[in-house]
T-cell receptor, first 109, second 124 residues
Framework: EIVLTQSPVTLSLSPGERATLSCRAS??????LAWYQQKPGQAPKLLIY???RRATGIPARFSGSGSGTDFTLTISSLEPEDFAVYYC???????????FGPGTKVDIK | EVQLLEFGGGLVQPGGSLRLSCAAS????????MNWVRQTPGMGLEWVSG????????YYADSVNGRFTISRDNSKNTVYLQMNSLRAEDTAVYYC?????????????????WGQGTLITVSS
């Protein structure tokens, strides 16, 4: 089973700063990795899929990159509404299971 | 507009059963896989189960395999999760989530729409 780790656990930044979040897989994975944003009391929201494709309606300040075992979500300039928890996620083919990382909290410095 | 509305949460005793429902609207329901994902404060997000658009293929996390059963009624645009032999560790918010196909595949790898979630508490 592939395990996802995310770092840092918490990222304290100010609005306007750049955020770089890391997701590492325990073994090399295909290009099927996603990122989600979750705010308190809300369901997760798909931001990025296929490593680097933005989901419908997601602003261009969100971008994804990476390959193999190391993946990155970048928020180029934090807006007040971007302070939230971010999860990465992938699907294994055999067995077919979907795995989430533990999350990175981006909070206001 | 895609909407997913979960029903059926509540308090249940250990060993008990509960059935969750998720009513979908705003898309061609039978064309998409549907899933259940749960979230606990200590364990984060955990995928529980998924079912193909036709209902012919189902998948389960090891933690629920043999206890939970996912099903769907495409005539009612509804997906269900029958939960039996519930344990304290099944306590969580359960989300219904629509499957999203990956860019170069005909299969679902992600979850692009989520319901608001329903809380299941397993306790005596």
């Amino acid at each position: 089973e592939i395990v996802l780790t995310q770092s840092p656990v918490t990222l304290s930044l100010s609005p306007g700063e750049r955020a770089t979040l890391s997701c590492r897989a325990s073994q090399s994975v295909s290009s099927y990795l996603a990122w989600y944003q979750q705010k308190p009391g809300q369901a997760p929201k798909l931001l990025i899929y296929d490593v680097s494709r933005r989901a419908t309606g997601i602003p261009a300040r969100f971008s994804g990159s990476g390959s193999g075992t190391d993946f990155t979500l970048t928020i180029s300039s934090l807006e007040p509404e971007d302070f939230a928890v971010y999860y990465c996620q992938l699907r294994s083919n055999w067995p077919r299971i979907f795995t989430f990382g533990p999350g990175t909290k981006v909070d206001i410095k | 507009e895609v909407q997913l509305l979960e029903f059926g949460g509540g308090l249940v005793q250990p060993g008990g059963s509960l059935r969750l429902s998720c009513a979908a609207s705003g898309f061609t329901f039978s064309s998409y896989a549907m899933n259940w994902v749960r979230q606990t404060p200590g364990m984060g997000l955990e995928w529980v189960s998924g079912i193909s658009g036709s209902g012919g293929t189902t998948y389960y996390a090891d933690s629920v395999n043999g206890r939970f059963t996912i099903s769907r009624d495409n005539s009612k645009n509804t997906v269900y999760l029958q939960m039996n032999s519930l344990r304290a560790e099944d306590t969580a918010v359960y989300y219904c989530a629509k499957g999203k196909i990956a860019g170069y595949s005909s299969d679902w790898y992600y979850f692009d729409y989520w319901g608001q979630g329903t809380l299941i508490t397993v306790s005596s």
